[in-house]
């Protein structure tokens, strides 16, 4: 292979080799730091360690995976109908889009985590509430996306629509909507990773009172009792969610815009 | 002949614009098109030829002077418009972009593909409907946006430089091709156009624009045979028309 000579076009081979060769040093290095300076399990556990750790609480941490990670799809499903609703409404009118974009972007600045607080006084089922949280750090992303992309449909098109007498629903349907569907791809792709982060924030916020809780709280604990190792088992575990959701999605993009899509395309081959 | 022309499809009378800025982008137009006609609009860039053409297309209103059609009607007839670009939806194939001016009636599917095969086969398309624009050349797309232009039947093809991004064969390929479209269709056609070798090739009749603002300076017949191909282009005929016009079109710029 000649990956190392053409550094423009790196081949596959060493697009996936390169990075796992970096991360399997890191970890040789790991181990043998905490092996050889004898580092206690409650500082540092070795990478073996969080290995064995996660195999034997491998269930408890996979239901309290399964918990965050219903929190994080219900967050992205509402994001996308509301931030979706919300961007096709700014582009009927320019005086919605005007009184009402000001506000999304409070409430994308504000910390979540001094929000958070508040939302779980207010909103009495604690699902309900971390959904709220959620959403609130994940939606923005696709309204602002989808807006953008709603606004940039080709201006001869749009007047190639009004030619032929099309309604507003009609160019909506036909034309924005189509249109702006990559950027609104891209929002989803971000809010994905967005609404995993918002649900552990609010998770962490919340505590680790009740029956049905998520990985966060399996930190929260794992650090009360310094169970360190378990506490890089749940964060494995969460990485590897969050991974997996920027994969299904990128999946998910490619193949909506195979066709005719440059960004698809330049995957494609 | 060309001055009054027996029963005019759409007659510009006294058209000007004025653009919110300030400027000035048509004089005073005024000009008339027979059913049936192939008339040509040749001007340097920016003299407000494509402002006419959308006005009479009904994209722009006019500051000035209004669009009459067939004697005294203000409601534009059914237009077929094709853009300097070929426009097309990248997300749907060939077929659908043809077939999107009638889904916008609201024809359905079944009726329409009477309509958009024999659409796509006068423009050399037929073995390229489900291809997506993505797949096509500049030329081909190009056809795409002409085919959707004419699956209407319009009573007026109004045609903004189309050809000007392409390259030279391809563009005499597109216009032998638009030329035994307009024999065969006998449709009304404007097209706009700053080639004087395209506008002789094409029209039989040209107006010669001035720069901004816009105005016609002249008014010529082409007298040119009926049948145009390729030969023509050789032709000592067609080299006069085309050295008459040129004069002209340095005259009007001048």
């Known amino acids: 292979m000649s990956a190392g000579a053409d ?15 970096v991360g399997i040093l890191f970890l040789i290095l790991w181990e043998a730091v905490v092996r050889l300076w004898t580092i206690p399990p409650y500082i540092l556990p070795g990478p073996l360690l969080v ?88 939606f923005f992303p696709i309204v602002a996306n989808t807006t953008l992309g709603l606004k940039s449909a080709d201006r001869n098109l749009v007047e190639l629509f009004r030619l ?74 969460l990485s590897l969610t969050g991974i997996a959701i920027f994969a299904a999605l990128s999946w998910l993009t490619r193949r909506l815009l195979a066709h005719w899509h440059e960004s698809a395309l330049a995957e494609e081959d | 002949m060309a001055a009054l022309p027996a029963s005019p ?13 300030g400027t000035v982008a048509l004089g005073r137009v005024d000009f008339a098109v027979s059913a049936g006609e192939f008339l040509g609009v040749l001007g340097p860039s920016g003299c407000g030829k494509s402002t006419l053409l959308r006005i009479v297309a009904g994209l722009t209103p006019p500051s000035a002077g209004r669009v009459l059609w067939r004697g005294g009607d203000e409601r534009p007839g059914r237009i077929g418009f094709v853009f300097q670009e070929p426009t097309l939806m990248p997300w749907a194939d060939a077929w ?33 409907a489900t291809a997506y624009p993505r797949e096509l050349s500049g030329g081909m797309r190009m056809r795409v946006s ?33 030329r035994a479209l307009w024999r065969r269709h006998r449709c009304t056609i404007v097209f706009v156009t700053h080639s004087v070798f395209e506008s002789v090739f094409l029209t039989n009749r040209i107006l010669v ?25 050789l032709s000592p005929e067609y080299a006069a028309s085309c050295r008459a016009v040129s004069l002209r079109l340095a005259e009007a710029v001048a």
Not at chain 1, 82 to 104: D, K, V, W
Request: charged fraction near 15%; hydrophobic fraction near 60%.
């Open chain 1, 7 to 21: 550094i423009r076009a790196p081949s596959r081979l060493a697009r996936l080799v390169a990075p796992a060769l």
């Open chain 1, 164 to 237: 032929y007498g099309a309604s507003r629903w009609q160019a909506l349907r036909y034309l924005l909507l189509p249109s702006a569907l990559p950027n609104f791809l891209v929002g989803v792709r971000i809010s994905g990773g967005l609404a995993l982060i918002g649900a552990v924030v609010a998770e962490f916020v919340a505590g680790t009172g009740g029956t049905e809780t998520g990985l966060a709280s399996r930190i929260l604990e794992a650090g009360y009792r310094l169970e360190i190792a378990r506490m890089f088992a749940a964060l494995l575990l």
């Open chain 2, 146 to 178: 002409i085919a959707r232009a004419l699956v209407t039947e319009p009573e007026l093809l109004l045609l903004d430089e189309p050809f000007a991004a392409l390259d030279e064969i391809t563009r005499f390929r597109l216009n032998e091709d638009l």
């Open chain 2, 9 to 21: 499809l759409v007659a510009a009378a006294a058209l000007g614009k004025t653009f919110r800025n």
């Open chain 1, 51 to 138: 290995l064995e750790t996660l195999a034997a609480d491998g269930p408890g941490l996979f239901m309290a995976l399964l918990v965050t990670l219903r929190i994080t799809l219900a967050a992205l499903a509402v994001s996308i109908l509301l931030g979706g609703a919300l961007a096709i409404l700014f582009a009927q009118s320019r005086l919605l889009e005007l009184s009402l974009f000001p506000y999304a972007v409070i409430l994308q600045v504000t910390p979540i985590v001094a929000v958070a607080p508040l939302i779980i006084i207010w909103v009495n089922d604690t699902f309900l509430a971390l959904l709220v949280c959620a959403t609130l750090v994940a």
């Open chain 2, 209 to 233: 624009m001035t720069p901004r603002p816009g105005t016609i300076a002249a008014d010529l017949p082409v007298n040119l045979p009926e049948i145009r191909d390729a030969a023509l282009r």
């Open chain 2, 96 to 128: 659908e972009n043809v077939y999107l001016p009638l889904k916008l009636a609201g024809i359905s599917r079944h009726n329409a593909a009477l309509r958009i095969e024999p659409a796509l086969a006068s423009l050399g398309l037929a073995q390229f």
